[in-house]
């Protein structure tokens, strides 16, 4: 199938959840030069309850631990760094990552390393924490059968990981956590579902959010580097635009009473993706969801960002 196809049904697919709140204050933190980029940068997210919902049915009161978020998603230079110390180190993965939207799939980081790895699968990713977590000297977070999964091509294990979210190695955010990263403002006021992540209007508004976020009209049709547009209220760049982000949690209805640090339903046939990718604006929106991609497989508009657990 085409990009050009995929992307397409990547933003027809995108879910709306309606979020209590009021609109963005301004953003603290502009675009960062490339030279000034630190990769492994992480945003501490304070702790709070706010309503999680989707296309405004099923909607709940989320209560989120304080956790850390990655300040930026996941570049290549850095993906390239952890990839070759983890093959050298007993991990095996199914994709070797690209440099962004246009990189040669596993080529060495060139002068576009600072965009967003892609061409990697969810599996990809999960094993890729683990490694970065034990090169870190961290506690590695996803096991299966209580040993540390090390190989992406391993489907079984993969699709039957546990997290152990209280663990300090790196790993993915939850759905909940992403939303809530995306929305936060100052704990008591929430950006609301209809606007990208930092944006001071609806997403329909392009001059808010071409601020923000890379999407179809500020984008070129290409990715870009991290860091490029003003960050959210915490500091948090690219949360809407760019690439899709991978979430640990499988796709499914929301509960429909109050939870506290909710994952997820327990198994599932998707993966859930957040963020919005550099096409539509309508997929930019921090309530918007997007599953119906294979998580096992790979996709030049796809990449994640890491949590960790304080």
């Known amino acids: 199938m085409k990009k050009t196809v995929l992307f397409f049904v990547l933003v027809l697919v995108v879910a709306f959840s309606v979020i209590t709140g009021c609109k963005k204050s301004s953003s603290p933190s502009g675009p960062v030069a490339t030279a000034t980029i630190d990769s492994s940068a992480l945003v501490s997210v304070p702790g709070g309850t706010y309503t999680q919902t989707t296309a405004g049915t099923n909607r709940f009161s989320h209560t989120i631990s304080t956790f850390k978020m990655g ?92 997290c152990a979210w209280t663990n300090n190695g790196y790993r993915l955010p939850s759905e909940g956590e992403y939303q809530y990263a995306a929305s936060y403002e100052d704990g008591t ?22 601020l923000v976020g890379w999407d179809s009209v500020n984008s070129g049709s290409t990715t870009h580097a991290v860091g490029g547009l003003t960050a959210n209220a915490l500091g948090i760049y690219d949360m809407s635009g760019n690439v899709w982000e991978w979430c640990f949690d499988w796709y499914g209805t929301y509960p429909t009473t109050a939870s506290t640090n909710y994952k997820g339903p327990a198994s599932g046939a998707d993966r859930v993706m957040r963020g919005g990718g550099y096409g539509g604006a309508v997929g930019l929106q921090v309530g918007g969801r997007s599953y119906d991609f294979p998580y096992d497989a790979y996709y030049f508009g796809i990449g994640f960002r890491f949590a960790r657990t304080n």
């Open 71 to 162: 300040k930026y998603q996941v570049t290549y230079d850095l993906w390239y760094k952890v990839y070759t110390w983890a093959v050298a180190n007993g991990y095996t993965f199914a994709n070797v990552g690209a440099e962004g939207s246009n990189g040669t799939v596993g080529a060495a980081p060139t002068t576009a390393k600072y965009q967003p790895v892609t061409t990697i699968s969810w599996r990809d990713a999960i094993v890729w924490c683990n490694a970065y977590s034990q090169e870190a000297g961290l506690t590695p977070c996803y096991t299966y059968l209580s040993a540390v999964i090390k190989d992406s091509t391993n489907a079984t294990a993969c699709d039957s990981a546990v």
């Open 189 to 210: 006021a929430w950006t609301l579902y209809n606007y990208a992540s930092g944006a001071t209007a609806a997403y329909t508004n392009e001059a808010a959010t071409d």
